[in-house]
């Protein structure tokens, strides 16, 4: 069965600074990854996705994951961040018609 | 486009009580999902439809029901409301490939007393 593992619960980081949240995948077959964020009492959106290609993916609002496939993992990064990045933010992979989240991680981004 | 619409957005039901959360989407999505999502927690998947009349089970689907008679509804039906069952439902829709991302709606917060 596919899965995904955030390792962190938390993730603290100062404005301007590079920030990443980790994740981890076990899939079979061609991993379909996601990243979400979930901003206070909203419903999650879609942030981006590695489907094939680059290894390099960029998202919204900055963000950008490295998929790396022989240590499967599925990283998401920013290179400076903002307070306003504060939030949930939940890793991802689709298993046929259903998609398998994460336990998420909480980012704190202190002025 | 609304998007994926829930309603309501607040519910409070007594132990026992039964209820039906609403879900609508306007994007034609075939697939549609219901997630529960306790406080600290991820998601945990309850009911999915992969069409109009198709539905299965997902993670937690106990004490729930869902029917899908429509391209665009999605009812979650609580019979017998415990109070395990507070919790976050999101609704969320997507199209047809398993390439694609899900669409959310913005939640029903649930309290059973």
């Known amino acids: 069965a596919q899965s995904v593992a955030q390792p962190e619960d938390q993730v603290n980081v100062a404005e301007g600074n590079p920030l990443t949240v980790k994740c981890t995948y076990s899939?079979?077959?061609?991993?379909?990854l996601f990243w979400y964020v979930q901003y206070p009492n909203r419903g999650l959106q879609f942030l981006l996705k590695?489907?094939?290609?680059?290894?390099l993916v960029k998202g919204s609002y900055g963000f950008e994951a490295e998929f790396n496939k022989s240590q499967t993992s599925f990283h998401l990064k920013k290179p400076s961040a903002l307070v306003s990045d504060s939030a949930l933010y939940f890793c991802a992979v689709r298993d046929g018609f259903k998609t398998i989240f994460g336990a998420g991680t909480r980012l704190f981004v202190k002025a | 486009n609304a998007g994926v619409t829930q309603t309501p957005k607040f519910r409070i039901l007594k132990i026992g009580q039964s209820m039906t959360l609403q879900c609508t989407q306007d994007?034609?999505?075939?697939?549609m999902y219901w997630y529960r999502q306790d406080p600290g927690m991820g998601l945990k998947l309850i009911y999915y439809s992969v069409g109009a009349g198709i539905t299965d089970k997902g993670e937690v689907p106990n004490g729930y029901n869902v029917s899908r008679s429509t391209t665009e509804d999605f009812p979650l039906r609580l019979e017998l409301a415990a109070p395990s069952q507070t919790s976050v439902y999101f609704c969320?829709?997507?199209?047809?490939?398993?390439?694609?991302?899900?669409?959310f709606g913005p939640g029903t917060r649930l309290t059973v007393l």
């Open positions: 590695y489907i094939t290609g680059d290894n």
């Open positions: 969320a829709s997507s199209p047809l490939y398993s390439t694609d991302t899900q669409y």
């Open positions: 994007m034609n999505h075939n697939y």
């Open positions: 899939v079979s077959g061609n991993p379909y």
